[in-house]
């Protein structure tokens, strides 16, 4: 009988260890009209120069009423606190930037879906491709607000954004434990091959920064696995709608002839429409 008893408490012991070594699920549940929804992340989240600003006055996170966070709540009818802000990185996501609270601190314990683009500016993504064609061609003097060139990523930056995309998950699951957390990559800006007018630099700059997106989206892609998040791959949903397509999904490099509010390599509208709708489909989409 005392050996019935001690194999029963080890079996309890050992259905405990198993139950905590479950995973959190990626699919908490639902997200159904009326949810919570906190969109986090930078540019590529926030959608500058992108139809008319979402922020009244105007603040230099250049939030768009038509990004995809926008978009997606309105298809969703869903209650959107948007706190993406261009220029964010992983820091500034998980700690103060200047004026601006953690975009963290937003959560709250009963938000449903949470999604975050982050890491392109860790890793000076934007600023390789801007450098790299600020010095190929004339600047015109409506974009000349950005450095050119602009100053490369450190050495560590590649594990610093890792770590602190591991921090956002950890964040997002502990501020908000019913959420869903769906981590969104960046649009394809490059082709696969070759460049064009609209992206002018040399192909062995072009192939560089290609190689970093790709790693970057690697990244992400192992990040949201590996934490129990859901990812939007929007670079491979992008693929054949970079800035030298036909039908791009990415703005080029400025012109003369670039509308006022025109922000180089970044999401237009319809490439924001395209991230909503894969968005859409993978949350109405059961488990």
């Known amino acids: 009988m005392r050996d019935l008893k001690w194999c029963f408490g080890c079996l309890l012991t050992l259905l405990s260890i198993a139950a905590c070594a479950i995973p959190r699920s990626t699919h908490v549940g639902p997200i159904s009209p009326a949810s919570i929804y906190v969109a986090m992340g930078s540019s590529y989240a926030a959608g500058p120069g992108i139809t008319t600003s979402a922020d009244q006055p105007r603040n230099r996170c250049a939030r768009s009423t038509d990004n995809y966070a926008h978009v997606l709540a309105r298809k969703l009818n869903l209650r959107l606190i948007d706190v993406s802000c261009s220029g964010a990185t992983t820091e500034h996501v998980l700690r103060p930037w200047n004026e601006l609270p953690p975009q963290v601190e937003a959560l709250t314990v009963d938000t449903k879906l949470v999604t975050a683009t982050i890491g392109g500016n860790d890793v000076g993504y934007f600023g390789m491709l801007w450098s790299a064609s600020c010095t190929t061609v004339s600047v015109p003097a409506a974009s000349r607000n950005f450095k050119c060139p602009s100053p490369p990523a450190g050495p560590d930056a590649w ?16 501020r908000s434990p019913t959420a869903r957390l769906v981590f969104v990559d960046y649009l394809s800006v490059l082709p696969a091959t070759g460049t064009c007018g609209n992206a002018p630099m040399g192909p062995d700059t072009a192939r560089s ?3 970093v997106a790709q790693r970057l989206a690697r990244l992400t892609k192992r990040v949201a696995a590996e934490t129990q998040a859901d990812v939007i791959q929007a670079s491979t949903l992008s693929a054949h709608h970079d800035a030298c397509s036909r039908d791009p999904w990415i703005t080029g490099f400025p012109t003369e002839r670039s509308a006022p509010g025109f922000v180089p390599y970044h999401p237009n509208e319809r490439g ?16």
């Open 209 to 211: 920064i290609a190689a």
């Open 159 to 174: 594990s610093k954004v890792e770590a602190g995309m591991r921090q956002i998950a950890a964040e997002v699951h502990r």
């Open 272 to 287: 924001m429409t395209a991230v909503a709708d894969a968005l859409m489909q993978r949350l109405v989409t059961v488990p």
